[in-house]
């Protein structure tokens, strides 16, 4: 395969709302920023490529007009992903894979904040035998939190370990949307929400954006000191209905990091795309992450949830950190769908 | 400044239909963005998406619904000899057609459950109630539905349930009301 | 598809073709940055526009100037008075609507602005409308103004002459695509890059 | 390991109609893969990825329903892609999944575009009043007959161009057995008295709303020179480009979109072509309203700008004419919206492989499938040819 890096990785604040903005305006500081961080216009980009959804903000064709952020004029090469923005990015890596361009941007945005996001994501579901109970998705989630617990393998301590670290984690990242320094006791005080979720075993319901810029062998050096080479992408998907799978493990997860060949070498860090802390858990099995592996440093989609940009800031996230020379070896994973029903998972290097 | 949650507690209930624009002008509270130059005041305006959706069902699934409407569940028969409830058009692993249609339950087995304490106005009970994957007797698979159980204390993993079928059934998914546990009455 | 076996307990019965499952989502929309100052202007019946840094005018704003993918930071007022640039004249009632048909849907220029806008033309009989018309804003009563540019009720003819050479935005640099069938293929040559100020056979049509 | 060779070695479709309704969402995505595959002698078990396209999930009211109709498409275990780009959609779904063959990534992959619009209503879906968005007075076709009028001004076109237009594309539907619409008595003057909806756009003039899918199997050299050894030919892909502009930029000409002419030139240079006219055998292209054929046709380099209507009026576009345009009929009698575009670059296949049927074009060795979205300004374009690139 070509030598395709990270080069550059720009996000916007996370917040609840950002009422003040249209998408469009929300977007541009995050298109601009990862761009001018690597010195580069819209007119250095062979290929962009964006993921979002419609049915967040409750607009047909939303992407539309949000591709006035780029200034596509004159006309780009571009195309859109219907999915989180780490598909996107994966669509721009088989673009770059086949050498006529060197370049690719891309983005993804969020704003859940206008619709209730817990039952919008019930449209997901099999349309007859499941969205007309309209089953949010925190309780779809706490059913397979239950499923985990029930195995014996974990306790609702191990949740709550998981929501401290990436809460205090956090703490170090300017652009969370929550964080803070509480003890397990307090976390396992709050009444829960579905039970057995607790509020914060939940993600925040988050605005933001974000953006990539991507460059193939020496364009990638020439920009930036240590590119964040891709070393292996996939990504892998089961059936939707909750009762023909083992919600307990995530088997496409596992597919996919075999293929990505995650067990290829150390993994120093792991941005995993787990909104829910249970979901971490069964990550780290599915893609074998052991305890050498410092997990979502930035605290991940727990501090920040951006629906269809999370997996993107996973991808972005580790890349930082190998370009900043704090880990030479990492994996950022991205999931949709209810109950981690799709995975992709990738592998970034830097050169030693 | 770290305060925004799963906003589930800010459900609505539902409110008829308002299509017309009635803008209303909302403060904006958030100031500490690098963003924008900011309007000061932003507008806000409800919008309501409610499409009535006609779906057409196909011969498996219209059998799952056709038995609702009867009072039993129907499932299908995989290549690998599991009985899937709903049934699946589809071999969930080699995604050849399935064609064999079975009756099951309609009593089953709690495989997973989630307690809701604060039901929204969408689901299907209006008092606290367990979100649960149901497996049939016969089935192999798990369904989703509602336990009217009173309270969490009622519900674990493994315990036996039974579909309340609605009075009024017309082949649909709510034609199962709630599921009880078997407990409280068995087929009632 | 091979045929189904069904079970006999519903063998007999009328079956399930199709099922209604309707489906209500709540939102609650924010106007953003750009579209607020917008309506703004509109609750005081003026047409408020934002200006690229470029030059661009755009009526109604999005807060993005597309061409240089950059914000519009400058608030300006353009005229109630504009030409048309093309329009259709409708025959079918359509969802919603209460107009009277036919009526004349129509892109405007407005004076000032570098976008034509689409609004409705009235007080002329729908054969009359012509490409190259002055028309000017109706308001509806001030005390049905909303912050809605339907508080623009429609646009009728001012009575001035036709602007024969009104700039119909895009043909500026049609000429560029010529050529094809004698083998010269059109590049992003053809276009000034806003950004670079590189290219372009004219200036951007700005003439 | 740079750009490998792809061809279609397979090719499914629905019967389109205004209701499917003898399936449900899944089945009408599998009458079209289902086909493809035998058409490919594969099975779900030879397929590694699958390649979903389709237009907003408003339609069907299931938010990206590609995660429900996963097991549909046989993909447990495997990559499953949703790909959305506007009315373009169908076009850039199969360009995405040629990519991950031509990566060196994939050897075969499905690839599937869709829309059943009964489920709810299309118009109603494009039509939601967004706050704080001006309304569009007329529907879809209150927003582009502005710019045909423009185009019939510019370009001094008398106005039986659109009659003849639709006139022929209804009759190359009934030489397809799939298509919606199949209108046995039409004839010019019905079309010239059917309503005149958007003036200057005839009711007869305008394209159906139809539940439908398309499905394509795409296969690396390996796959396709096994298929054509086993006397099924493939259709190599010769070429493939997308390009985006904006919807609201002043320097954007609605007539004869500069997104559309890069796209064209980027896709014929790729495939040797130097005179679209003179290389190029037939065309299928993204004509919504009937005017869009005269308008395209300069677009792509067809003809000289203002002088597209004069291929369609001499005859030159029809099924018997120097340079086919629409074989199948087009949109203008099959429009499932997010199939609409793959349905054009199945033509375009179907033809170079000798499998259209009735509306065969004969000797076809080259043909080019087009596809557009949005306001005009998202284009996805293919060449694919009997010959290996």
Request: negative net charge.
């Amino acid at each position: 395969m070509r030598d395709v890096a990270i080069i550059s990785f720009a996000q916007t604040p996370m917040r609840r709302r950002v009422d003040e903005l249209n998408e469009v305006e929300m977007l541009m500081p995050a298109v601009h920023g990862a761009l001018a961080q690597v010195d580069m216009t819209i007119d250095d980009i062979g290929f962009t490529c964006s993921g979002s959804t419609d049915y967040l903000a409750g607009m047909a064709f939303s992407f539309v007009s949000t591709l006035d952020a780029v200034g596509p004029w004159p006309p780009i090469q571009e195309s859109h992903v219907e999915m989180d923005g780490a598909w996107a990015l994966y669509e721009a890596w088989v673009k770059l894979q086949l050498g006529e361009i060197d370049t690719a941007l891309v983005y993804a945005y969020a704003k859940s904040s206008p619709g209730d996001l817990p039952m919008v994501l019930t449209r997901q579901l099999d349309p007859i035998t499941m969205g007309p109970l309209w089953p949010d998705s925190v309780s779809i989630a706490a059913l397979q939190a239950r499923a985990l617990l029930d195995t014996g393998r974990v306790t609702e301590g191990d949740l709550a370990e998981v929501a401290v670290r990436s809460r205090r984690d956090a703490l170090a990242n300017p652009n969370a949307q929550l964080a803070w320094d509480r003890g397990l006791d307090d976390h396992l005080a709050e009444d829960y929400l579905v039970a057995p979720l607790r509020r914060s075993d939940c993600p925040p319901i988050t605005d933001g954006a974000a953006a990539i810029v991507w460059a193939a062998g020496d364009e990638a050096r020439s920009k930036v000191d240590r590119p964040a080479w891709i070393r292996g992408i996939d990504h892998r998907i089961e059936p939707i209905h909750l009762g023909l799978r083992d919600l307990t493990v995530s088997e496409s997860t596992r597919i996919a990091a075999e293929k990505a060949g995650v067990a290829d070498g150390p993994v120093d860090v792991a941005e995993i795309h787990a909104p829910f802390t249970h979901q971490e858990l069964i990550l780290r099995q599915a893609m074998g992450l052991g305890g050498s592996t410092a997990i979502n440093p930035s605290g991940g989609a727990l501090c920040a949830n951006p629906m269809m940009t999370a997996g993107l800031v996973r991808l972005g996230e580790v890349a930082n950190r190998i370009s900043a020379g704090t880990a030479d070896r990492g994996v950022a994973h991205a999931t949709s769908g209810p109950c981690l029903q799709q995975n992709l998972v990738c592998v970034l290097e830097g050169d030693n | 400044m770290f305060v925004d949650q799963v906003d589930l507690s800010e459900a609505r209930a539902p409110t008829s239909v308002r299509r017309k624009l009635k803008p209303v002008l909302l403060w904006s509270a958030v100031t500490d963005t690098t963003q924008g130059a900011g309007a000061g005041e932003i507008l806000s305006a409800p919008l309501i998406i409610e499409y009535p959706f006609k779906r057409t069902t196909g011969p498996v699934i219209g059998a799952f619904l056709t038995g609702l409407r009867e009072r039993v569940l129907i499932g299908s028969r995989a290549e690998d000899g599991r009985v899937i409830v709903p049934p699946a058009e589809f071999d969930p692993v080699s995604g050849n057609d399935l064609t064999e249609l079975v009756e099951v339950g309609p009593a089953g087995v709690v495989t997973t459950w989630a307690w809701v304490s604060a039901p929204h106005a969408k689901h299907p009970l209006d008092r606290p109630f367990a979100w649960a994957q149901i497996r049939p007797d016969g089935a192999d698979t798990s369904m989703l539905g509602a336990v009217d159980a009173g309270a969490m204390e009622n519900m674990q993993t493994g315990m036996r349930v039974t579909p309340v079928w609605a009075d009024e059934r017309e082949g649909h998914i709510c034609d199962i009301a709630r599921w009880i546990p078997e407990s409280d009455g068995g087929n009632a | 598809m091979a045929e189904i076996v069904l079970p006999p307990s519903i063998r007999d019965v009328e079956p399930v073709r199709s099922v209604r499952t309707p489906a209500q989502l709540d939102y609650e929309f924010t106007a953003g940055d750009a579209t607020t100052r917008f309506l703004n202007g509109i609750v005081n019946k003026r047409i408020i526009g934002q200006q690229a840094p470029g030059g661009r005018v755009y009526v109604p704003p999005r807060g993005a100037d597309p061409e240089l993918g950059q914000p519009t930071p400058i608030d300006v007022e353009v005229a109630q008075v504009g030409t048309v640039t093309s329009f259709c004249v409708v025959n079918l009632q359509f969802y919603g609507s209460v107009m009277e048909i036919p009526y004349v849907s129509a892109l405007i220029l407005l004076d000032g602005a570098d976008l034509s806008i689409m609004h409705l033309i009235q007080e002329i009989p729908a054969d009359q409308v012509r490409i190259g018309m002055r028309v000017e804003a109706v308001w509806r009563d001030d005390a049905d103004i909303e912050p809605t540019f339907e508080s623009v009720r429609y646009f009728r003819p001012t009575g001035e002459p036709d602007d024969v050479n009104v700039r119909i935005p895009g043909e500026g640099h049609g000429t560029g695509l010529g050529s094809w069938v004698g083998g010269v293929a059109p590049t992003e040559a053809v276009i000034r890059n806003p950004r670079t100020g590189q290219g372009g056979t004219t200036e951007g049509g700005d003439a | 390991m740079g750009k490998q060779r792809v061809a279609v070695v397979g090719i499914g479709q629905t019967k389109h109609q205004a209701t499917r309704g003898d399936v449900s969402m899944a089945g009408l995505v599998r009458e079209a893969a289902l086909r493809a595959l035998a058409d490919a002698q594969m099975t779900w078990a030879d397929i590694d990825a699958a390649v979903v396209g389709k237009a907003p999930d408003f339609f069907e009211g299931v938010m990206m329903p590609e995660l429900f109709l996963a097991d549909a498409l046989g993909c447990t275990g495997k990559p499953l892609f949703r790909v959305h780009t506007a009315g373009s959609v169908g076009g850039s779904t199969a360009i995405v999944a040629a990519q991950l063959v031509q990566a060196g990534i994939h050897e075969r992959v499905l690839t599937v575009a869709f829309e059943k619009q009964s489920e709810s209503e299309a118009m109603w879906a494009l039509s939601l009043p967004i706050p704080f968005t001006p309304p569009l007075h007329a529907g879809a076709g209150g927003y582009f007959a502005p710019h045909v009028r423009s185009y019939i001004r510019r370009a001094k076109a008398p106005d039986h161009i659109g009659i003849l237009v639709a006139l022929k594309d209804r009759q190359n539907g009934l030489k397809n057995p799939y298509a919606h619409l199949h209108e046995h008595d039409i004839s010019f003057d019905s079309i010239k008295d059917s309503l005149m909806l958007w003036d200057p756009i005839r009711y007869a003039e305008t394209c159906p709303s139809s539940d439908g899918a398309c499905a394509l199997v795409l296969g690396s050299e390996r796959v396709a020179d096994a298929a054509a050894a086993d006397g099924r030919k493939p259709a190599w892909i010769q070429g493939t480009a997308m390009r985006s502009e904006p919807t609201l930029s002043a320097e954007r000409d609605t007539v004869l979109p500069l997104g559309g002419a890069l796209c064209a030139a980027d896709v014929y240079r790729q495939a040797g072509i130097t005179n679209p006219r003179k290389d190029v055998d037939c065309v299928e292209m993204y004509v919504p309203f009937s005017w869009f054929e005269p308008m395209w046709l300069e677009n792509l380099g067809f003809a000289e700008p203002g002088e597209g209507w004069k291929l369609t009026e001499a005859g030159v576009t029809a099924l018997d004419g120097d340079l086919p345009v629409n074989m199948s009929g087009g949109v203008l009698c099959t429009n499932p919206i997010g199939a609409s575009g793959m349905l054009r670059f199945a033509e375009a296949a179907m033809q170079v492989r000798g499998t259209a049927g009735d509306h065969q074009v004969d000797g076809a060795r080259r043909a080019v499938g087009h596809a557009y979205g949005g306001g005009s300004q998202f284009f996805a374009m293919w060449v694919v040819g009997a010959d290996k690139p």
